[in-house]
């Protein structure tokens, strides 16, 4: 990993005018807040080693760097995911290289269906703490000590200050925000329900297949991380909801200039 990430950073630093300040990962339909950065620069990820191209419909797939109200901030437009048949160690170099870069924070996006009886498509949450559900984990395998402990400690993933942050922000702006737990599988299929009343069980809000292995690779390089869900559909264990990929999209699409406002005045007080 650490040759991998010396790699990227050879290619990726000369192209740079400034140290990003804050790191952000975009979800499916919420990559068009990278394109609210003023001074852009793009780099698509197919110009950097190790990093493969991505697959899927709604990801473009690439670094847009520059000032979010002035903050410096490193996007990505288009993330890697497991069931696109991609190791962890790919899914996640992204992060360590935006955290090798200088990012201190993360703030890491996604689209989920939601799973708690109270929320509703176009809800957005914060996400509090999450259940590793992917049955795997992105540090197995040799530790490498620079980069972090070997046994990362997990009691505050999701930053509570930065949690709180988020809430007076969300309120100031008179966007509702909800706060739950966020659990991450796999995929590529979507939860029967029977699953869906196991995750309820289990103590899941909400659902989806992203952001866990990158909240885990950030923490155990001792990053801030701070977490939003974008609820794009409500499932109610019934069985009588089809979901389609296509719905899921419309929502985020539907809710994307309220997500995007939250998240700009989120950045703009992080860097006050
Ligand atoms: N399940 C998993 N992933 C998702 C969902 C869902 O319901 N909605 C958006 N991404």
Not at 6 to 20: F, G, I, M, N, W
Not at 74 to 90: F, K, N, P, S, V
Not at 91 to 106: I, K, N, S, Y
Request: charged share 20%; proline share 5%.
């Amino acid at each position: 990993m650490k040759e991998k990430i010396r790699d990227v950073l050879a290619a990726l630093e000369s192209r740079l005018s400034v140290k990003p300040d804050i790191a952000l990962v975009l979800g499916s339909g919420l990559g068009g807040l990278a394109d609210e950065l003023e001074d852009a620069i793009r780099i698509p990820y197919t110009e950097l080693p190790h990093f493969p191209a991505a697959t899927v419909p709604g990801h473009a797939g690439r670094f847009v760097v520059g000032r979010l109200h002035s903050v410096p901030v490193i996007a990505m437009q288009g993330r890697y995911h497991y069931y696109e048949g991609y190791t962890l160690e790919q899914v996640t170099l992204p992060v360590r290289v935006m955290q090798a870069l200088g990012a201190e924070t993360v703030i890491l996006t996604n689209a989920a269906g939601g799973v708690n009886e109270t929320f509703q498509a176009g809800d957005l949450m914060v996400i509090r703490d999450h259940i590793n559900w992917f049955h795997t984990n992105p540090l197995i395998g040799k530790n490498e000590d620079e980069l972090g402990p070997r046994f990362p400690d997990m009691s505050e993933v999701y930053d509570r200050s930065l949690r709180a942050l988020a809430k007076e922000t969300a309120q100031a702006l008179g966007i509702s925000l909800k706060e739950g737990v966020y659990f991450g599988l796999s995929g590529p299929s979507y939860e029967t329900p029977a699953e869906v009343r196991m995750i309820r069980k289990l103590g899941g809000d909400a659902v989806g297949m992203s952001t866990v292995p990158e909240a885990i690779a950030a923490r155990h390089g001792g990053m801030k991380v701070l977490g939003f869900s974008c609820i794009t559909n409500a499932w109610s264990g019934t069985g009588d909801q089809p979901l389609s990929h296509e719905e899921v999209i419309e929502t985020s699409e539907r809710v994307k200039a309220h997500f995007t406002s939250l998240i700009k005045a989120i950045v703009k007080r992080m860097g006050e």
